[in-house]
Each structure stands twice: as structure tokens, then as C-alpha cells.
């Protein structure tokens, strides 16, 4: 008869070779210890912090956090979804919660929704299955009802924070004021002798465009001036569409002396129809942009923007999901505002008209 062939052996390792075991050997610590440290259960000193993340490497070694969460309940990570991650805007509200998610000892795992609310339901299930702590969510357009978003976590009692718009109903949520700002934006344009002033907008259904929608007609409506709906453009947030809407609004027989362009994108899309026009920013036509990027003090002209708090509205909502999470905020519901500011560069002068005119 023939013989079998024989099982592969594996290598003898002796006890505490590899592993946890062996992070603890080499960093002269305890095994509880070197838990403590890569689980983030525990600050230390940063030379002992150090020899343990340095033994950790050296080794290959990190926790299954997966494990470790069947035992603790607690996987010490949240996830984060977030509607367009090529969009600087939101990619600094990331860098805020991963910040301070990291600084606690959780790591922040990244989804993109595409402005998609059912992708966005189907990413909720999805940290369910991860069995994340907790998820931080810009929702997706739709005013959806809290069921649908709650539906995939709600069984666990995972907490969910909203960052940067509204859900529509009562919840957590860390924002910044769209209406106040847009107001003021569109006053200093009115300031300035503009009273043809169009606006370049996002056509979706989410709070912080509704709320600049309400900003500008607010503004006008303070001077006597009835809102025109042939100066409102409402498209698609890429640079195309907003160079195209800039192009039709400066195509009216009686066109807007002044564009305010309600996203980044937006308004690289007015400034360029404007050039492209044959006319000149600011002589012939102000534009105030949102959100204000390093980039803009060489963009030319230097462009008026409004400054959102983008890291800020992150690290803030990523620090009441934490808190959530361990317990330490309970109670009803928290909405916090964060103030945006407007920053004035060359992209906004006086009227045109009123200089001809002499006033």
C-alpha cells in the first residue's frame, strides 16, 4: 500500500515569541500594559508610549480590535461618511475628527455616499458589521426620516453625530451658521452699490444651501429689494456647472453686477466665466465665493470668500460622538453652531454703475 502524504509540520516557536507576548518582552513591560497602550485604554509617558509602538512595529504586532470588541463591547472605532471626498471643504472636517478620534484612541474608518442617501444607509450597515463604536455622518440630500438612518445602527445603540448639515429632525449635530453668514456676505456686496446680485447655488436638498438660499433673499429683502428668481442659479457643485450658470446670468439682457457663489467649486467656475465673458473681476463683475483655501490668496484676483470652521465642525462632532460612546455626555439631544466668517480680498469691488454714475 501506499503511504499518505504527510501534513506539512509547522515550526516550533517557543511560548512568547510572537504576538502581544512578544511586544511585551521586547519593550520590558507587561503583557496589560502593552494592551492598554495599543488600544488606546491608557495615556503613558511618552518614552515608555514609544518603546511599545517601536516593539509593536518592529514585530508587526496590532490588536484585533474586532477580538478585543466581542470581549469589551467596544471596538474603539467610529465611522465617518461623507458625501464628496475629492471636495477639500469636507476632507478638512476629516482631518479634525481624525485628530481628535486618534488623540482618544479611536481610529476614524472613511465612507463616500456620493450625495447618495440609500449608499448612505448601506455604509451604516456596514459599521454595524464592523461593529464600530459609533458614526459621524454629513447626511446625503433628502431630509430622509430618522428611521431610514438610524435603521442599520439603531439595534446596537450606536450613537450617531451629524456634522455640517441637518438631518431634518432631532439629533446630535455640529454645524456652521450658513444663513448669518450669507447674509453678511451679500450685504457687503450691497455696500459696495451692487443691486443686481446674482447667486450660484447647489441644487440639492440640504439644510446649509437652504440656509444660504434664505441668507441672500434676506439680504436683498433688507434694502427693498424684491428677490429675482432670474438671478437664482441652482446646479450640479462641479466647476463646469457653475462657469456654465455664470455664463447664462451674464447673458441676461440686464445682468448681475455681482455673482455670490454659495460653494469652493462654484466659484472658481464664476471667476472663469467672468474672464471668459471678456469681462474683468472686479471692475466689471464682484463675486464673494464660500469657503476660503490657501489657494485663494493666489488665485487672480485674490477671491472674497466665506471661511467655514471645516476642521473645527470635525473635531467638535467628533468629540461629542466620543463622549457618547464612554458615557461621559448623556441626555437629550445637542445642536452646536460654530461662526463663519468673511473674509474680504480683491474679488469684490464697488459697482460698476455707481462709479459711471459718480455716486
Avoid at 13 to 35: D, F, K
Avoid at 92 to 98: F, Q, S, Y
Avoid at 199 to 220: P, Q
Avoid at 308 to 320: E, H, S
Wanted: with cysteine.
Amino acid at each position: 500500500m501506499g503511504t499518505s502524504p504527510r501534513a506539512p509540520t509547522r515550526p516550533h516557536r517557543p511560548a512568547g515569541t510572537t504576538g502581544i507576548h512578544a511586544v511585551a518582552r521586547r519593550a520590558r513591560v507587561s503583557i496589560s500594559t502593552v494592551s492598554r497602550c495599543l488600544t488606546g485604554k491608557r495615556k503613558f509617558a511618552p518614552e515608555l508610549e514609544r518603546r511599545i509602538l517601536d516593539a509593536a512595529r518592529s514585530l508587526s504586532y496590532s490588536p484585533n480590535r474586532l477580538a478585543s470588541g466581542l470581549r469589551t463591547r467596544r471596538t474603539r472605532a467610529i465611522g465617518m461618511i461623507l458625501p464628496d471626498s475629492s471636495n477639500p471643504y469636507f476632507s478638512d472636517m476629516v482631518k479634525g475628527a481624525e485628530d481628535t478620534a486618534r488623540a482618544a484612541g479611536f481610529v476614524l474608518l472613511l465612507f463616500n455616499s456620493a450625495e447618495d442617501r440609500e449608499r448612505e444607509r448601506e455604509h451604516l450597515a456596514t459599521m454595524q458589521s464592523f461593529r464600530c463604536d459609533g458614526a459621524l455622518v454629513i447626511p446625503a440630500p433628502g431630509g430622509s426620516p430618522e428611521r431610514d438612518r438610524r435603521r442599520a445602527t439603531a439595534p446596537a445603540g450606536v450613537p450617531i453625530v451629524y456634522a455640517g448639515r441637518e438631518p431634518g429632525f432631532d439629533a446630535d449635530v455640529v454645524i456652521a451658521d450658513s444663513f448669518g453668514v450669507t447674509r453678511d456676505a451679500v450685504r457687503h456686496l450691497l455696500h459696495l452699490g451692487h443691486r443686481r446680485i446674482g447667486l450660484v447655488t447647489v441644487d440639492l436638498d440640504i439644510s446649509s444651501m437652504r440656509d444660504r438660499l434664505r441668507g441672500y433673499r434676506a439680504a436683498l429683502e433688507e434694502t427693498g429689494i424684491a428677490p429675482n428668481g432670474e438671478y437664482e442659479a441652482r446646479v450640479s457643485s462641479t466647476v463646469g456647472d457653475g462657469f456654465a450658470a455664470t455664463r447664462r446670468l451674464l447673458d441676461l439682457p440686464r445682468p448681475p453686477t455681482a455673482i455670490f457663489a454659495a460653494s469652493n467649486v462654484l466659484s472658481i467656475g464664476a471667476v472663469s466665466a467672468i474672464e471668459a465673458s471678456g469681462r474683468s473681476c472686479p471692475h466689471d463683475v464682484s463675486v464673494v465665493g464660500y469657503d476660503n483655501y490657501a489657494w485663494e490668496e493666489v488665485f487672480h484676483p485674490r477671491l472674497t470668500a466665506v471661511q467655514q470652521p471645516a476642521y473645527v465642525i470635525g473635531q467638535r462632532a467628533a468629540q461629542l460622538l466620543i463622549e457618547r460612546v464612554l458615557g461621559s455626555k448623556s441626555g437629550p439631544a445637542e445642536c452646536v453652531a460654530l461662526q463663519s466668517t468673511l473674509v474680504v480680498r480683491e474679488s469684490s469691488g464697488p459697482c460698476p454703475e455707481t462709479k459711471r454714475a459718480g455716486r
